[in-house]
């Protein structure tokens, strides 16, 4: 199912937003053959949580450090459309498996990189983790109060969004350019790339002038008193957005509230401050779910704001199957969703070598090259990060 079916990808194991790419890939339908590690990396914790990313794969296990490792790979190579590797920019090319060698054996081949800070440039070398790549974007001053530091946003701006996405769809699109070509290349996935292409809005703001580089100072960082968040009586907390008139008017009347008259204009970016303690007080005079109910049936842009438990249980969330159970887990059901040929979980996340045989025998190989792609991975435990 899903309308990347037929498409094989190969992922040499690594951390973040490599494997997000890759599960949007095989949540859409792609056969994404997991590259994995002989030994599993010491996480410090059982059932590390990387592996809730490597649904709807399978896995094989490959010591990249050994030329059996290597040529087992390169033989996936050749019988795949893509592959994605997220190593420090050098390390492939030290193992033998980088795009030169890769392209050699299968010309149409995309060769997706994931990085922090790409592939070239005086940082390409450094490590690095989502934070400190987010941080050079603007887009981390950017999120947060104005009086306390900036609030690192999850991982979603950095990893997954300016990374693991923008692989995916570089990716698609240069497979999509193979199928006619006959070429392939290399996808350059820079995270600092993507997040600043995830601020393009904001640029351009900054540039025509209507956008301040002071935190919660904007319309939609939290500056503007009529779209923010605000902490009810409970302790728990309401998001609003009635920034455009006629929201805005909609919830005064609901709320019985009228605007200060001494506050002065509640437009001017001077007075937002004073607005959003007012708006405080008001919020705080009932609980989340009073606010909920009073605002429950029309165009009112009032929303709770939901904890991680609350979510998959929303109404909205439950009639849309916006969450799958499988395997005793709840996950995020793939997204975006197609008319006729729809994304699935079929299978939860493997083990290391899980699965592994059945893949190398639908990929085409003999009975005697699976055992010897199998059987080239070691028992050592000291594979590192990076290899």
């Known amino acids: 199912m899903g309308p990347l079916a037929g498409l094989r990808i190969v992922e040499l194991f690594c951390i973040g937003p490599g494997p997000f790419a890759g599960m949007l890939l095989s949540d859409m339908g792609a056969d994404v053959l997991l590259v994995d590690r002989p030994v599993e990396p010491d996480w410090g914790y059982p059932d590390h949580p990387q592996r809730f990313l490597y649904r709807n794969r399978r896995s094989v296990q490959v010591d990249l450090r050994t030329s059996e490792g290597v040529a087992a790979v390169l033989d996936l190579v050749e019988k795949a459309d893509g592959l994605i590797e997220g ?22 081949l995309v060769y997706g990189r994931m990085s922090g800070y790409g592939q070239t440039g005086p940082l390409a070398q450094r490590a690095g983790f989502d934070l400190n790549f987010l941080s050079l974007t603007g887009a ?49 996935a820079a995270i600092v790339d993507g997040a600043l292409n995830l601020m393009a809005y904001t640029y351009g703001n900054l ?10 100072s904007n319309l939609i960082d939290g500056g503007d008193w009529r779209y923010c968040v605000y902490t009810c009586a409970d302790g728990r907390f309401v998001s609003l957005a009635i920034i455009h008139p006629k929201f805005l008017d909609s919830f005064l009347a609901k ?26 007080e008001v919020i705080a005079s009932r609980t989340r779910d009073q606010w909920v109910a009073l605002f429950d049936g029309d165009d009112d842009c009032v929303q709770p704001v939901l904890d991680l438990v609350e979510a998959p249980n929303h109404p909205h969330l439950r009639a849309r199957d916006a969450f799958t159970e499988i395997g005793g887990t709840t996950q995020p059901s793939p997204a975006p969703r197609f008319s006729r040929t729809p994304s699935e979980i079929v299978r939860v996340s493997p083990g290391p070598g899980e699965g592994g045989g059945d893949a190398l025998r639908e990929w085409g190989f003999a009975d005697a090259d699976i055992d010897r792609i199998i059987g080239s991975a070691a028992t050592s435990p000291t594979t590192t990060m990076d290899r």
């Open 140 to 188: 981390l001053w950017a999120i947060g109060e104005a009086d306390r530091p900036p609030v690192p946003p999850l991982i979603l701006a950095g990893d997954f969004g300016g990374g693991g996405a923008f692989l995916a769809l570089g990716m698609v699109s240069a497979m999509w350019e193979a199928a006619r070509s006959g070429q392939g290349q290399v996808v350059d």
């Open 207 to 216: 540039e025509g002038g209507t956008w301040t580089p002071e935190r919660q």
């Open 255 to 280: 709320a019985a509230v009228q605007l200060p008259t001494d506050l002065g204009d509640s437009t001017d970016v001077a007075n937002w401050p004073a607005y959003r303690a007012w708006m405080g």
């Open 87 to 108: 190593f420090r920019p050098g390390v492939a090319e030290r193992l033998g498996l980088g795009p030169d060698a890769c392209l050699a054996r299968n010309p149409k």
